[in-house]
């Protein structure tokens, strides 16, 4: 099974409404991420969690906000979808700050 | 098919050859260094770091090499295979930004020709 998961895999959605996003690991680490990664940009953070109760933003978290429900779960949500937040969605776990992040499978998000 | 990596630069190789993929770091301060592989549909995935008290580490058929001095860090591939074929970047972290701070590259494709 996947260490890092992220659900749903793809997602088609209208300008204006709200979607969030799912992540879980397994991997026990405490140190959650999002981001997001457009054609020709490297990936840009939108927020981080160092644990439970700390929460981060990153370098474009606006339009976006977070939820750190568990260790394990990371959720990012779109409180009001636009189209170019149209992009590629990934969450990444790391066991601690300099260490190599982990990085989920995707989520590819269509916003019309 | 895959939106992410249209615009970048691409590496044509001939299977059995060995690749060499650079990347050019930003920030000076930059003292431990990933290099991931993102094949298309998927997430990126480690395939080895250095840290900066080193110039060289090598791993299964990869070796990675740090230049501090022109801040140039480079990726071979040994005997290259089509398994190979994905998009590598790199990615950098200065402990000097205090908590976390990854500045990641935009990549380079790797193509393996049979």
């Known amino acids: 099974d996947a260490d890092v998961t992220q659900t749903p895999r793809n997602r088609i959605t209208k300008t204006g409404k709200r979607i969030m996003l799912e992540c879980s690991q397994t991997?026990?680490?405490?140190?959650m991420y999002w981001y997001r990664q457009d054609p020709g940009l490297g990936l840009r953070l939108i927020y981080y969690s160092f644990d439970v109760k700390d929460i981060n933003k990153g370098e474009i978290s606006d339009g976006y906000s977070v939820s750190r429900q568990a260790q394990a779960k990371f959720s990012l949500s779109l409180e009001s979808a636009i189209p170019n937040q149209t992009a590629l969605y990934f969450c990444?776990?790391?066991?601690?700050?300099?260490?190599?992040?982990?990085f989920g499978p995707g989520t590819r998000l269509l916003v019309l | 098919g895959e939106s992410v990596g249209l615009h970048l630069p691409t590496l044509s190789v001939q299977e059995g050859d060995n690749s060499i993929i650079n990347c050019a770091y930003s920030?000076?301060?930059?003292?431990?260094f990933i290099w991931y592989k993102q094949e298309s549909g998927k997430g990126p995935q480690f395939i080895i770091d250095?840290?900066?008290?080193?110039d060289k580490r090598q791993g299964q058929r990869v070796t990675v090499l740090l230049n501090k001095t022109v801040k140039h860090l480079s990726l071979q591939i040994a005997a290259t295979q089509p398994g190979d074929s994905a998009v590598y970047f790199c990615?950098?972290?200065?402990?000097?930004?205090?908590?976390?701070?990854?500045?990641f590259g935009t990549g380079t494709r790797l193509k393996v020709l049979a």
């Open positions: 250095i840290r900066s008290n080193m």
């Open positions: 920030n000076s301060a930059s003292d431990y």
């Open positions: 990444a776990t790391s066991g601690t700050v300099q260490e190599t992040q982990y």
């Open positions: 991997k026990g680490h405490d140190r």
């Open positions: 990615a950098e972290n200065p402990t000097t930004s205090g908590t976390y701070k990854y500045i």
